[in-house]
């Protein structure tokens, strides 16, 4: 079993940047499929970003050119660098995992303009 734990969230002016961390504990992370999802106040969630275990990398098309997804499988670790943030990206982001799906408890980021 995998066990996600998200950090770097915070707050920021419109245009500027954050490093957002998942840190996941057990077996087997390189394997699986990692993935972004984002969650505002009164909408659905919604897949950001994500990333499979050989680093092919998918983008919605809202943060397509200003987030970039990665991920370190020796630190076992999956990171979302967003650029150019926007007050309509404030959020609570989520980790994901495939295979079984899991998810980490989420980190608030919030954009002021």
């Known amino acids: 079993q995998v066990h996600l734990v998200e950090s770097g969230g915070g707050l920021v002016q419109a245009g500027g940047s954050l490093r957002l961390s998942c840190a996941a504990s057990g077996t087997a992370f390189s394997i699986k499929n990692m993935a972004w999802y984002r969650q505002a106040p009164g909408k659905q969630r919604e897949r950001v970003a994500g990333?499979?275990?050989?680093?092919?990398?998918d983008y919605s098309d809202s943060v397509k050119g200003r987030f970039t997804i990665s991920r370190d499988n020796a630190k076992k670790t999956v990171y979302l660098q967003m650029n150019s943030l926007k007050s309509e990206d404030t959020a609570v982001y989520y980790c994901?995992?495939?295979?079984?799906?899991?998810w980490g408890q989420g980190t608030q980021v919030t954009v002021s303009s």
């Open positions: 994901y995992h495939s295979t079984p799906p899991g």
């Open positions: 990333i499979t275990p050989n680093g092919i990398t």
